[in-house]
């Protein structure tokens, strides 16, 4: 009997972890919500220290935040992640993401890589119509011929024009997923971002 219950919890616990990894393959309402919670105590926080006194490093020595061609390396909370941590301010940073609703920072900064993802694909994606991108596609022909452009311009401008076209066109069923989810709160996050 013992060995048939502990079989039973077993099977119940691995069954219940698998619904929560299903659960955090797809970004919820309450992820956008919690996110959005942050937010304004993040940009008083940001206000109140100087967090370039952390982050030493040239821009030319930092990483792209996205490779040139590949836009599921964007992970703009991420990388702020890596900037507050070891600040003065960690610990305050610490308290608004609990507050928000998250149960790390690691959480806040996997959510809100997703929702930036989604959010920034999806204005692209009503800013590109068919035409522009097209337009692209030929201004990626010139700068390619473009005699007078050093390789290391070229190569910038290549790489910023692709992101913008793989935003739009290189997007996963995952992604995609997170922009479905994401659509009913895109003028709210509209809102946030401008104030």
Same mark, same amino acid.
């Given at each position: ?15 219940? +972890?698998? +619904? ?10 309450? !992820? ?6 942050? &937010? ?6 940001? !206000?109140? @220290? !100087? ?7 040239? $821009?030319?020595?930092?990483?792209? &935040? ?22 003065? /301010?960690?610990?305050?940073?610490? $308290?608004?993401?609990?507050? $928000? ?19 920034? *694909? ?25 005699? @007078? ?16 076209? /793989?935003?739009?066109?290189?997007? *996963?069923?995952?992604?995609? /997923? !997170? ?17």
């Amino acid at each position: 009997m013992k060995i048939i219950v502990s079989v039973s919890i077993s099977i119940f616990l691995f069954l219940g +972890s698998l +619904s929560a990894l299903h659960a955090e393959t797809h970004l919820s309402g309450n !992820d956008i919500q919690h996110f959005m919670n942050a &937010m304004k105590p993040l940009q008083k926080l940001g !206000d109140k @220290y !100087d967090f370039e006194e952390n982050n030493n490093k040239s $821009a030319e020595d930092q990483a792209p &935040m996205v490779a040139p061609d590949d836009f599921t390396n964007f992970t703009p909370m991420s990388q702020s992640l890596t900037e507050i941590t070891g600040h003065k /301010a960690y610990g305050e940073f610490e $308290a608004i993401v609990h507050n $928000a609703g998250f149960s790390s920072p690691q959480q806040w900064a996997t959510v809100g890589d997703r929702v930036m993802k989604a959010y920034m *694909s999806l204005k692209m994606i009503a800013e590109l119509t068919p035409e522009k991108l097209q337009e692209m596609q030929v201004s990626i022909e010139e700068v390619k011929k473009n005699e @007078y452009l050093s390789p290391e311009m070229k190569t910038q401008i290549l790489g910023s024009l692709n992101q913008m076209i /793989a935003m739009t066109t290189n997007l *996963s069923e995952h992604d995609k /997923a !997170d922009q479905k989810t994401l659509k009913p709160y895109l003028t709210k996050l509209e809102r946030l971002f401008e104030e």
